[in-house]
């Protein structure tokens, strides 16, 4: 369903490209820019004479030109109404809520809540890539803390999905021996030539291995038609995303990568009703 999820696997290619010396790594990444649904108000001009008072009906609305007989006021037209989503969270941690696929109805607008995903699987399918040396393994890798922020919404029909999202993230890893390249500059650079115009990172030297702190920022702007399949999305390019939509009436999924190539979106996704 989610087609891109930028600054997770970001980060799982920056790392892994760490421990690349100079081979490509195939991640599919995913997230984009919320669009609020802002509406203006009833902009029209009253004409000149629109809201003068008739001495024996009451006053008029100026902003729509009727007039109430028993001398009260009517409300002006506020327009559709504001919807906005509050920002959400991603975070790693040892260890996440579990999730259970569930179904239910999933069509609606949803905020994105919360992203959590372990470090296993953030790294684990990214370190299983062609490029890879063998010895950066998890074990390589210390997540020592790390912090982001997601803003966006998603939008069902019942065939066709809509999401805007934008996230940003830091983090700080420590990268063993096994993933280091030469030197922690050598290897700085090739976490920022990964990162592109997406992020960057800073690495220093600390024996055997180098600290970085590593920021992703992504926007993703995307459409896709999906069917479902019991529990499961199943996007048009497919992707496929186990689903639940629970008793607080929170909508959650979690792709399940092992059908497609790729490393696909890690962790578990939480999204909340969109409302006025």
């Known amino acids: 369903m989610m087609d891109r999820f930028g600054w997770t696997l970001g ?19 995913s997230t984009g820019t919320t669009d609020s649904g802002v509406s203006t ?16 009906s009451g006053t008029t609305d100026p902003d729509s030109g009727t007039t109430d007989p028993d001398g ?11 919807l906005s989503c509050s920002m959400g969270t991603i975070r ?32 684990g399918p990214v370190l299983m890539q062609m490029g890879v040396p063998r010895d950066c393994t998890l074990d390589e890798i210390e997540v020592r803390s790390s912090s982001g922020m997601i803003d966006g919404n998603a939008t069902l029909t019942g ?35 990964a990162l592109g115009s997406n992020g960057m990172a ?35 390019s497919d992707r496929r995303y186990d689903y639940c939509v629970g008793a607080d009436g929170n909508f959650r999924f ?7 190539s790729g490393s696909g979106e890690p962790g578990t996704q939480t ?4 409302s006025p």
Not at 254 to 260: C, H, I, L
């Open 254 to 260: 979690k792709e399940d990568a092992s059908m497609r």
């Open 72 to 82: 009260g006021t009517t409300d002006p037209d506020a327009g559709p109404p504001v």
């Open 41 to 56: 108000g009833d902009a029209q001009t009253p004409e000149p004479d629109a809201g003068t008072t008739d001495p024996d």
């Open 271 to 274: 999204l909340l009703p969109l």
């Open 159 to 193: 065939t066709m999905l809509t999401r805007m999202v934008m996230s940003e993230a830091t983090g700080t890893f420590y990268l063993g021996p096994g993933c280091k390249i030469f030197t922690c500059r050598a290897t700085e650079a090739a976490i920022n030539s």
């Open 92 to 123: 790693i941690a040892e260890m996440c809520p579990a999730f259970t696929a569930c179904g239910g109805d999933e069509v609606g607008s949803w905020c994105y809540a919360d992203v959590c995903m372990t470090k296993e699987e953030l790294l």
């Open 11 to 29: 980060l799982a290619l920056a790392l892994a490209a760490a421990g690349c010396d100079g081979g490509e790594v195939d991640v599919d990444a």
């Open 202 to 236: 800073t690495c220093r030297d600390e024996a055997p291995g180098c600290e970085c702190d590593i920021t992703f920022n992504s926007t993703v702007n995307e459409s896709d038609t999906y069917t479902l399949d019991g529990n499961t999305i199943v996007t048009g």
